[in-house]
């Protein structure tokens, strides 16, 4: 059965793609080897990362045996193949299958820049089944 909308309905300002939010996930089955990159997203227009714990998720299927700290680096547009600048940490306590989101700094992205995930130099052989989602919003 179809269903209407009927009445007035009034839009304030504009809506567009540019203006929504833009939901970024991974998942990684298996425990990351040292510093594996976990996810590599090339922005494809002017975005924000608030330092919000409200917009970022990150699940363990399996908790890590020590504390395990996941690094949030951007990657500017001018340097694609350059070391990433550290602006975030998502961090899973040991026995801990819920990270937090400490260190962080609210961090742009200019169209081109790169969000990556990287996993610590030193990985925990347990941390398994990852899931992560960061909403960025338009900026």
Excluded: C
């Excluded at 009034?10 to 998942?27: E, Q, R, W, Y």
């Excluded at 990684?28 to 975005?47: C, D, G, N, W």
């Excluded at 500017?76 to 260190?103: I, N, Q």
């Excluded at 996993?119 to 990852?130: G, H, M, Q, R, S």
């Amino acid at each position: 059965m179809a269903r209407t909308l009927r009445g007035d309905w009034h839009v304030k300002g504009k809506l567009t793609a540019d203006g929504m939010p833009v939901d970024i996930g991974t998942s990684i089955e298996a425990a990351p080897t040292a510093s594996q990159v976990l996810l590599r997203f090339a922005a494809h227009k002017p975005l924000k990362i608030k330092a919000d714990s409200s917009l970022v998720k990150a699940l363990a299927g399996v908790a890590a045996t020590a504390q395990t700290d996941l690094s949030l680096q951007k990657v500017l547009a001018a340097d694609p193949a350059g070391v990433g600048t550290e602006f975030a940490v998502l961090r899973f306590a040991a026995a801990g299958k819920v990270a937090t989101l400490t260190s962080a700094t609210e961090t742009t992205l200019a169209v081109g820049d790169q969000l990556l995930i990287v996993a610590p130099a030193y990985a925990d052989d347990t941390l398994a089944k990852i899931a992560v989602t960061i909403r960025a919003l338009p900026n």
